[in-house]
């Protein structure tokens, strides 16, 4: 139950394209195609934004997408917009009804 | 619309007990897991447990596993999470969420704060 690894934080301009990874083993990641993602703003809950590696759920601007290879899970944000800013976490299935979460990514719109 | 409300945080000693509430409204309740969230200030989010339809299954991460008891009652649409011999690093607000068709997490409550300190 060891947290998914993603990189502290990743920055682009408005307009831009960023890309978030998200390293698991085969025992969460690379086992399921249960990746989920999550935004969220200082102070609020976690919105929900991908599920099962690379579907949205109603709402969730087509800008999110999100892919799977391997161990390693991606979110990328296109055309970037300032309220963009936020921490993003995956989450991934890890069999038996539990889950675990990644350390979270802040994203800065410079 | 879909809510749900946190309830039951607050200031509490190592090794004291506390009672978070969840309470649902808005879509069918029967339908989804609930699932416990939590997230220390400043860190990252941790599942904590979960409890099936049911009732007939309930899992927790290993930091909490038999401290930490998961319920719920469907007919009051409603989860609890008992915390006993709570440590400092349980601290954290901690969140209800649903596991529904389209995927865990898809619904999040807003969350209340539990403070364990001397």
């Known amino acids: 139950q060891s947290a998914l690894t993603q990189p502290r934080s990743v920055s682009g301009s408005p307009g831009q394209s960023v890309t978030i990874s998200c390293t698991g083993t085969?025992?969460?990641?690379?086992?399921?195609?249960?990746v989920s993602w999550y935004q969220q703003h200082p102070g609020k809950a976690p919105k929900f934004l991908i599920y099962?590696?690379?579907k949205r759920p109603s709402g969730v601007p087509d800008r999110f997408y999100g892919s799977k290879s391997g161990n390693t899970a991606s979110l990328t944000i296109s055309g970037l917009q300032a309220e963009d800013e936020a921490d993003y976490y995956c989450?991934?299935?890890?069999?038996?009804?539990?889950?675990?979460f990644g350390i979270g990514t802040e994203v800065t719109v410079l | 619309d879909v809510q749900l409300v946190e309830s039951g945080g607050g200031l509490v000693q190592p090794g004291g007990s506390l009672r978070l509430s969840c309470e649902a409204s808005?879509?069918?309740?029967?339908?989804?897991?609930i699932n416990w969230v939590r997230q220390a200030p400043g860190k990252a989010l941790q599942w904590v447990a979960n409890?099936?339809?049911?009732?007939?299954?309930?899992n927790y991460v290993d930091s909490v596993k038999g401290r930490f008891t998961i319920s719920r009652d469907n007919a009051r649409m409603s989860v609890s999470l008992q915390m006993n011999s709570l440590r400092a690093e349980d601290t954290a607000v901690y969140y209800c969420?649903?596991?529904?068709?389209?995927?865990?997490?898809?619904?999040w409550g807003q969350g209340t704060l539990v403070t364990v300190s001397s």
């Open positions: 808005g879509f069918p309740f029967t339908n989804y897991w």
């Open positions: 099962d590696v690379n």
């Open positions: 989450c991934s299935y890890a069999g038996r009804s539990t889950f675990v």
């Open positions: 969420a649903t596991w529904g068709a389209h995927g865990p997490f898809d619904f």
């Open positions: 409890i099936k339809q049911d009732l007939t299954e309930k």
């Open positions: 085969s025992s969460d990641v690379g086992g399921y195609d249960h």
